[in-house]
């Protein structure tokens, strides 16, 4: 079973346009850790954001936002205001404390392009 | 400051050739991944090491075998190369926490896009 998903595949919007990428995770442990990386065009992975599972407080950081829910088990990233340069795919990742060593579970990603 | 970095970024070799890539970084970290990324972007852990000693040796065909001379580096061999092995592979690293977990921030490498002809 996958252990986070992300089931908007592509999204597309245009500039100026707020949009959220939606990101469930399915896990037993009770101490977790959830991540969203950027992959641009470039093909590199850029680090976003971590949360610990007892850390349920939104956070903003720019344009970018993240809201944690614990009792829907979702993770999901808002870009307000999108600009051309947030087109890429962005990844949802889950890591877990109990014994799977550091794995990070990856979600399928969503490509978001914004249009000029 | 490149942190974590890697070479070649691109390879392109033939069925049946040998090819290693290799991984550094700078960070001080003492864990050490390898992650593929198929055509379709999933990106999975194969290998995992921290200082030195490998932690996570996912189901991965044995032609492929990492190595690590030490902990800021992590190379990765393949043997006998197939059509099936071209991806992308990222190199990524962390830092071990204090009671020993490994969930700390991975951090990757550019990667290396192998193509097999």
């Known amino acids: 079973a996958q252990k986070v998903t992300q089931a908007q595949t592509e999204i597309s919007v245009v500039e100026k346009e707020d949009v959220t990428l939606d990101c469930v995770y399915e896990t037993r442990d009770t101490t977790y850790y959830l991540f969203w990386y950027k992959q641009p065009p470039s093909g590199e992975l850029v680090f976003l954001i971590r949360r610990n599972s007892f850390d349920e407080q939104n956070e903003i950081s720019g344009r970018y936002s993240w809201n944690f829910q614990k009792s829907t088990s979702s993770f999901n990233f808002t870009i307000t205001a999108s600009q051309v340069v947030d087109s890429a795919v962005y990844f949802c990742?889950?890591?877990?404390?109990?014994?799977?060593?550091?794995?990070?579970?990856f979600g399928r990603g969503t490509q978001l392009t914004v249009w000029p | 400051d490149t942190a974590v970095s890697q070479t070649p970024k691109y390879l392109v070799t033939q069925m049946g050739n040998d090819k290693s890539i290799k991984c550094e970084q700078n960070?001080?970290?003492?864990?050490m991944y390898w992650y593929k990324q198929d055509s379709k972007k999933f990106l999975k852990i194969m290998f995992s090491y921290n200082n030195k000693e490998l932690i996570i040796n996912e189901t991965v065909p044995n032609r492929f075998s990492p190595k690590s001379p030490d902990k800021a580096h992590l190379n990765l061999h393949i043997n006998s190369l197939e059509l099936g092995d071209s991806a992308v592979y990222f190199c990524?690293?962390?830092?071990?926490?204090?009671?020993?977990?490994?969930?700390?921030?991975?951090?990757f490498g550019p990667g290396t896009r192998l193509t097999v002809l």
């Open positions: 960070l001080g970290h003492d864990t």
């Open positions: 990742a889950l890591s877990e404390r109990g014994s799977t060593l550091g794995r990070l579970y």
């Open positions: 990524a690293s962390s830092q071990m926490g204090l009671t020993g977990d490994f969930t700390d921030t991975q951090y």
